[in-house]
């Protein structure tokens, strides 16, 4: 429980990270910790230490007994206590962590761009941010378009992200993603991503691009902590293949 | 306090709305209810009851022993409980009303325009919701900048409205403000001013505008509900002079 003059709770004002449990083993938690530090400095928050909230996301696991299953440790950061735009002088953050039964791996994804754009103008767009209502809103446009999973353009109309995901793509055996400059999050399963595609000697160019270059990919791929490397089979209605290199690039993140 | 699967804590889920109460009477209590009760069809939520929602806004409030105070209430309505993007089906909406001192009202504004856009594109932004880190990081950019509150573009580069109030101009006795499609909350003093404007026999157009026809202006005001009508000094480091019919629309709202 919480208390109800929480500013996560009254403004979204905060961070999250969501990190994988297999067999009772936290998949990149100093990597996540770390980025929640990261986001804070963004946010003008004070950081947590990163040995206590590891320990945090360990016993939250721990004690919802799921060691032996697929589980989601879910850390909350929160600006703490305080009404009004202005956090209080003083406030303190609170730190949660949670637990609980992470889905089973889905199949490949159905994409579809939808009209609720990522706003990259905003600092709030590097950070996991509390604030998640224009990813629920652009997932549900895309569940409404019968796909699962909606492909958001920034302000500028480039390439984005997914609503829960970062979102690579191959043209000609180069691999490509949006920029971090294009308002997405530096996802931890892209870095691993791109870092594979490097060690699998592929070309991989961060860059602001238009959207009608997805239109020419030979394939179209997700990551994101809970899914690792997601294939894509469908784009806009457009029907996508299996790639080997996705499968070499996802196995590598494993 | 509220569990910690509630996802309005979780991913900014939600509502709210802010009420003033002043000698222990809500303002505008009815138009607060019914605007959240729109809000809820934005967000695909289940309403709450008015009635309801009101008696709860006023026991906050008996509860609280601010009666004779400046009050403000504020309603919070989440999701529900839940994790992921997708809400869980059947999740009931939870609603919260609490009761806190309110400031007092502040002179003249000092504004400035900052980075950080309105993002119109998506419908939280026609909602009052629990997402408003946007808006936090817009005022603290402002207040960095060593003014009050933010003038925030929309991501078209037109004007939509301050960080926590929306946005008026008079230029040779017409009066401005943005239009809702620009993406900027419907506010209940927005309105009541438009209707004072009308009565005074002043000329009233809601429109797209570009930020420049800002400093042509004779005169800017803001509007909320804890602020009422609140007269801005300065935009951008340039001066401006109180107006007789900013004074006489802030009467007229009171």
């Known amino acids: 429980m919480i208390p109800d003059d929480d500013r996560g709770l009254l403004l979204g004002d905060g961070l999250f990270e969501t990190l994988l449990a297999e067999d009772g ?17 963004v ?26 299953e697929r589980a989601a440790v879910r850390l909350t950061l929160t600006a703490g206590s305080g009404r009004g735009l202005e956090r209080p002088e003083g406030s303190t953050p609170r730190l949660l962590a949670t637990a609980s039964p992470a889905p089973a791996p889905a199949g490949p994804a159905r994409l579809v761009t939808v009209s609720v754009r990522r706003n990259d103008t905003s600092p709030a767009a590097r950070v996991k941010a509390l604030s998640y209502l ?57 870095g691993k991503a791109i870092a594979a595609a490097v060690a699998l000697g592929a070309e991989v160019f961060e860059d602001r691009c238009e959207p009608e270059v997805l239109y020419q990919a030979d ?22 293949e299996p790639h080997a290199l996705v499968q070499a690039i996802s196995s590598r993140c494993r």
């Open 25 to 41: 083993e936290l998949r990149d938690a100093e990597a996540h910790v770390e980025r929640m530090i990261r986001g804070c400095a």
């Open 134 to 190: 224009d990813n629920i809103l652009a997932r549900a446009e895309a569940r409404a378009a019968g796909a699962d999973e909606a492909v958001m353009l920034n302000t500028q109309g480039e390439i984005a992200c997914a609503a829960a995901a970062n979102l690579f793509w191959i043209s000609d055996g180069w691999v490509y993603t949006p920029a971090l400059e294009c308002g997405v999050l530096d996802g931890i399963v892209r």
């Open 219 to 240: 394939a179209v791929f997700l990551t994101s902590s809970l899914a690792g490397v997601r294939e894509v089979s469908q784009l806009d209605g457009r029907a996508l």
């Open 43 to 68: 946010l003008g928050l004070e950081p947590p230490d990163a040995a206590a909230a590891l320990a945090m996301a360990r016993d939250a696991l721990a004690d919802a007994r799921l060691s032996y």
